[in-house]
């Protein structure tokens, strides 16, 4: 009789699988119940830890079964396989956001007005707990966002604020952010704000937004500011979030002076 020796299955190499399996889910629910409202922001960024700690626990355990699965050829080369690449993708936007923490300043409040920024009346209001405070714009973040985002300027318009703000409404409602205060165009006002709340693309957090327009006669003056709610830093954010959307109402305005 030939004696024939079947290789061990490396409990290593399974649980390592198993785990960074659950990152992954664990990741994609509580980034979508947290862009639905469903989770806030302060336990979500404690879920993102957890994540994290179990994405790098499945690489250590396929750390640890390497030599068995490799060397002695015991079985869960597959499971190693598939643990590593899932662990590795959940890793990709932590390794990202670390890389973007060295590469942009610590601003989390940018404004096209750096002396005179556009009021935050129901975001002052509304912030509380972890949420950061809403407070004046100091001179060393003015100068760090100068020298970090010179692009980030207002917008000047030779148009009525009526025609302004109909171009503003349709470029917010086409980024799908959320209005939550606006004030009247009263006759005889000079400036105009109105409120939003961003999110950013992925894991959906919130930004304040307010959006002044100041009638300058025969022109009307465009002003933005964005501040997170979290973080003493935004990885750029907030002026990107400006940026693009100054672009997107040149090009709205544009197309209205074509039709």
Not at 181 to 201: D, H, I, M, N, P
């Amino acid at each position: 009789m030939i004696a024939r020796f079947e290789p061990k299955t490396s409990g290593a190499a399974l649980w390592s699988r198993r785990i960074a399996l659950f990152s992954l889910v664990l990741f994609v629910v509580a980034a979508l119940g947290h862009r639905r409202g469903f989770v806030n922001t302060f336990d979500f960024l404690w879920t993102l830890l957890l994540v994290a700690v179990l994405a790098v626990t499945a690489l250590l355990l396929v750390a640890a079964s390497f030599r068995r699965v490799w060397v002695r050829g015991d079985r869960g080369g597959g499971a190693v396989l598939v643990a590593v690449l899932v662990s590795l993708l959940v890793l990709a936007p932590f390794a990202v956001t670390g890389v973007r923490l060295f590469l942009y300043p610590r601003l989390n409040d940018i404004s096209t007005d750096l002396v005179s920024p556009p009021a935050f009346a129901l975001a002052t209001k509304a912030r509380r707990g972890h949420m950061n405070p809403v407070v004046p714009i100091g001179r060393a973040s003015a100068a760090l966002q100068i020298a970090a985002y010179p692009e980030v300027t207002g917008r000047r318009y030779n148009a009525s604020p009526e025609d302004v703000l109909g171009a503003v409404d349709h470029v917010i409602a086409g980024k799908g952010w959320k209005i939550v205060s606006r004030q009247k165009l009263a006759a005889g006002e000079r400036e105009y704000t109105l409120e939003a709340v961003t999110k950013t693309f992925l894991l959906g957090f919130p930004s304040d937004v307010a959006i002044r327009l100041t009638d300058e006669g025969e022109s009307t003056y465009v002003d933005m500011r964005s501040a997170s709610r979290y973080g003493e830093g935004d990885f750029g954010y907030n002026a990107a979030s400006i940026s693009g959307f100054l672009d997107a109402l040149d090009a709205e305005m544009a197309g209205q002076a074509n039709r």
